[in-house]
């Protein structure tokens, strides 16, 4: 009985970004940094030290024209779920449990007042999505009343990286529990950049529920990590075993192909790979 | 001026001379100290570390010097578990050079977390699954055995041994410091080999990742046996180095001879087992994740093969080969050579090791970023150098670390004894009666 309700109550929300429909306009960008109270500098022209929890990434098909191909990939963290529940690369090397897997939403947290600044979980994160806080956060005189009262901004020399909106689900739940319901609908709790994409592009949902978009699109095989059973659908460094909650699609084989390494051969023969296309 | 201090049947240079030289170090110290400042108060945006590179020059330098220290715990263990008994000659040398490259690195970690008010949390918050936890433990344990190793051979200078509290707690120390020397050797393999585990744990990095035994990733045990093969080489560069300087002969050949050879043979089987593990990782390992060795090493000319060459064969192979033979380590340059290639052969892994992991992008659409040091990370790298020479002025000055110095540089007594000379008529020049001499056979 109480495995039946711990399933009922476990969820994990993870993402599908339609590659094919993002058209590299950055608005998932700028709703994720003003959602999260992401701080900027003066000058951001040096793209390795400027935070970006949600990073647009421009990929080619490597060939000239006529036939070059440009392929938009958003990345925000992969809330990795590791070989087994929460074995997350930065997970489980922080050594002071400042990042935390959360078994009831599969979302990879950040306690900021519990991070020392090692880095080594920026280290560990193949995808780079963490980000460290160089500086002290600045805001242009007066905009600072205009930052989210429900994110707590970061100090200087602590690491952050997205949340999947973590507050967005916290505000959710109190919501259904108000109202005396248990569960919530896929559109009460969604993403800062799921809902700013013009293109539609970005899915958010629970990848267990079969109700949710993103678990019809993605098609997770939850016996085998979560690798998706849609033939159009991979994770990137699916070969890694990082098992993560975003999924990307593609009609596009080369695109379908940048999101892992392969051997020469080993792409064109799927057979050989328990990998991801 | 300070001949009261000096120990007994030795000579030291002026006074003159010693605070000149503590004057130039102290000014680089200085350098160091006000780069540090810069670093705390200020932050780390003075360096040139970024996102890319979160681990860079101080993780390097930090186990670069935990892996040179490594002949304090491997000199230990032999000298008081083996009972390697010439080795006593030299292990107030290798723990006074343990002691200085473990303070080093506990200050270079203390410059670079982002918040280091916070680093009690890595104590409070622990995280037992993380090596590098494994790390903060062990390393602090060990800097606390490395203290009660040190603290016998201050207690040793003739004016607080005259304390008899001081010369008893002094010989009591060195009647159990066998225990010590194998607390020491069981501490060392676990903190060597978790910062060894730090890299090979990372498996979103398949530059790093190894496979494991048990827990422990293949990393592990490389980074102790290397920490154990390589280590001595440093103690005995540094024994060359401060008798170049002093321009005297301090260690008998005997012992520095025995000690290279134990280096050579630990040298040679490393690289042998390193060999398998470089073959294993980049024929099964990486090729499982669909990288090739030339996704490393080929992509980049600054991380290119010329690197794990220079790592294997050059201070590997080479540095082995002399010391394992007796014409290589009786001839001084061929040993010094030898044990230069081997001090930048286990340096070089270590840079591999933290920014070579950093460097190899692992998506494909990635790209591979370069780093440099800013001047803050390069003075604060030098900081602890400055330090360990200012400690060895000092220890060398007044304590007596090398037991057979007076035997193989004796005093003539016909020339008039200088302020700096220390000899005692009624002790018979009995400068043998030290810390090792007193410690158990």
């Given at each position: 009985m109480k495995q039946a309700q711990k399933e009922h109550t476990t969820k994990r929300y993870g993402m599908v970004i339609d590659l094919d429909k993002c058209t590299g306009c950055g608005s998932c960008m700028?709703?994720?940094?003003?959602?999260?109270?992401?701080?900027?500098?003066?000058?951001?022209?040096?793209?390795?030290?400027?935070?970006?929890?949600?990073?647009?990434?421009?990929?080619?098909?490597?060939?000239?024209?006529?036939?070059?191909?440009?392929?938009?990939?958003?990345?925000?963290?992969?809330?990795?779920?590791?070989?087994?529940?929460?074995?997350?690369?930065?997970?489980?090397?922080?050594?002071?449990?400042?990042?935390?897997?959360?078994?009831?939403?599969?979302?990879?947290?950040?306690?900021?007042?519990?991070?020392?600044?090692?880095?080594?979980?920026?280290?560990?994160?193949?995808?780079?999505?963490?980000?460290?806080?160089?500086?002290?956060?600045?805001?242009?005189?007066?905009?600072?009343?205009?930052?989210?009262?429900?994110?707590?901004?970061?100090?200087?020399?602590?690491?952050?990286?997205?949340?999947?909106?973590?507050?967005?689900?916290?505000?959710?739940?109190?919501?259904?529990?108000?109202?005396?319901?248990?569960?919530?609908?896929?559109?009460?709790?969604?993403?800062?950049?799921?809902?700013?994409?013009?293109?539609?592009?970005?899915?958010?949902?629970?990848?267990?529920?079969?109700?949710?978009?993103?678990?019809?699109?993605?098609?997770?095989?939850?016996?085998?990590?979560?690798?998706?059973?849609?033939?159009?659908?991979?994770?990137?460094l699916e070969r890694l075993g990082t098992n993560t909650k975003v999924y990307y699609m593609s009609e596009r084989r080369w695109v379908r192909k940048a999101g892992d390494n392969y051997l020469p051969g080993e792409f064109e023969n799927p057979g050989a790979v328990a990998g991801s296309h | 001026m300070d001949a009261a201090l000096i120990p007994k049947g030795v000579k030291r240079c002026p006074m003159w001379q010693f605070l000149l030289a503590l004057g130039v170090v102290g000014a680089v110290l200085a350098w160091g100290v006000y780069a540090m400042l810069l670093c705390w108060i200020k932050g780390l945006n003075q360096t040139n570390m970024n996102d890319y590179y979160g681990f860079a020059l101080w993780i390097w330098a930090d186990l670069a010097v935990i892996a040179v220290g490594g002949g304090a715990f491997f000199t230990g263990f032999l000298r008081?578990?083996?009972?390697?008994?010439?080795?006593?000659?030299?292990?107030?040398?290798?723990?006074?050079?343990?002691?200085?490259?473990?303070?080093?690195?506990?200050?270079?970690?203390?410059?670079?977390?982002?918040?280091?008010?916070?680093?009690?949390?890595?104590?409070?918050?622990?995280?037992?699954?993380?090596?590098?936890?494994?790390?903060?433990?062990?390393?602090?344990?060990?800097?606390?055995?490395?203290c009660i190793e040190y603290i016998p051979l201050i207690l040793e200078n003739r004016q607080i041994d005259k304390v008899p509290f001081f010369h008893n707690l002094s010989h009591n120390l060195h009647e159990t410091m066998a225990l010590f020397a194998a607390t020491g050797a069981f501490l060392s393999f676990f903190h060597q080999g978790s910062l060894g585990g730090v890299a090979g744990v990372m498996f979103g990095r398949p530059f790093a990742f190894r496979e494991h035994i048990l827990v422990w990733p293949y990393t592990f045990f490389l980074f102790t046996w290397s920490a154990a093969a390589y280590g001595p080489c440093f103690t005995l560069l540094v024994t060359w180095i401060t008798e170049k300087i002093t321009r005297k002969k301090l260690v008998k050949d005997n012992v520095i001879e025995l000690l290279a050879k134990i280096s050579g043979w630990m040298i040679?089987?490393?690289?042998?087992?390193?060999?398998?593990?470089?073959?294993?990782?980049?024929?099964?390992?990486?090729?499982?994740?669909?990288?090739?060795?030339?996704?490393?090493?080929?992509?980049?000319?600054?991380?290119?093969?010329?690197?794990?060459?220079?790592?294997?064969?050059?201070?590997?192979?080479?540095?082995?080969?002399?010391?394992?033979?007796?014409?290589?380590?009786?001839?001084?340059?061929?040993?010094?050579?030898?044990?230069?290639?081997?001090?930048?052969?286990?340096?070089?892994?270590?840079?591999?090791?933290?920014?070579?992991?950093?460097?190899?992008?692992?998506?494909?659409?990635?790209?591979?970023?370069?780093?440099?040091?800013?001047?803050?990370?390069?003075?604060t790298t030098i900081l602890p150098v400055a330090y360990g020479i200012i400690l060895i002025l000092i220890s060398y000055r007044y304590l007596p670390i090398f037991p057979q110095e007076a035997e193989l540089n004796p005093i003539d007594t016909n020339e008039p004894v200088s302020r700096e000379t220390a000899i005692d008529a009624d002790a018979g020049t009995d400068s043998t009666d030290t810390a090792a001499d007193m410690a158990p056979a």
């Open positions: 700028v709703a994720c940094m003003s959602e999260n109270n992401v701080p900027f500098k003066t000058d951001e022209s040096n793209k390795l030290d400027s935070i970006t929890w949600m990073q647009v990434y421009k990929l080619t098909n490597g060939k000239s024209y006529p036939n070059t191909e440009i392929c938009y990939l958003p990345r925000p963290c992969q809330h990795c779920a590791g070989k087994h529940e929460g074995h997350s690369p930065c997970v489980s090397v922080c050594p002071a449990t400042a990042t935390d897997y959360s078994k009831e939403t599969g979302i990879v947290s950040q306690i900021y007042t519990r991070c020392f600044g090692c880095r080594y979980c920026m280290g560990a994160c193949p995808y780079h999505a963490r980000y460290f806080n160089w500086w002290d956060p600045v805001w242009p005189e007066g905009m600072e009343k205009y930052l989210s009262p429900d994110v707590s901004p970061r100090m200087r020399g602590i690491v952050e990286k997205c949340s999947f909106c973590f507050h967005r689900y916290q505000l959710a739940r109190n919501k259904v529990y108000l109202e005396g319901r248990k569960d919530l609908d896929e559109d009460e709790y969604q993403t800062a950049c799921t809902q700013a994409c013009p293109a539609g592009a970005i899915k958010f949902g629970d990848l267990y529920n079969p109700e949710h978009e993103v678990h019809r699109i993605a098609q997770p095989d939850m016996q085998h990590g979560g690798r998706p059973q849609n033939p159009h659908v991979f994770r990137l | 008081y578990v083996i009972g390697k008994n010439e080795l006593k000659n030299i292990i107030n040398y290798a723990v006074l050079i343990g002691f200085i490259c473990y303070s080093s690195a506990l200050l270079i970690l203390a410059i670079d977390v982002g918040q280091p008010l916070r680093n009690w949390f890595i104590f409070w918050h622990a995280n037992i699954h993380s090596m590098l936890t494994e790390v903060a433990f062990c390393l602090s344990c060990y800097f606390g055995v490395l040679l089987s490393y690289i042998i087992v390193k060999g398998i593990d470089t073959s294993y990782w980049a024929n099964i390992t990486a090729k499982s994740m669909g990288l090739s060795l030339h996704d490393f090493y080929g992509r980049n000319w600054f991380y290119g093969y010329w690197m794990l060459f220079t790592e294997l064969v050059i201070c590997g192979v080479v540095p082995a080969v002399i010391l394992i033979t007796s014409h290589g380590r009786k001839t001084a340059w061929l040993r010094v050579t030898a044990i230069t290639l081997g001090v930048v052969g286990v340096c070089l892994n270590r840079w591999v090791m933290v920014l070579q992991i950093m460097a190899t992008p692992v998506m494909t659409f990635d790209k591979f970023v370069l780093y440099y040091p800013s001047w803050q990370e390069v003075a």
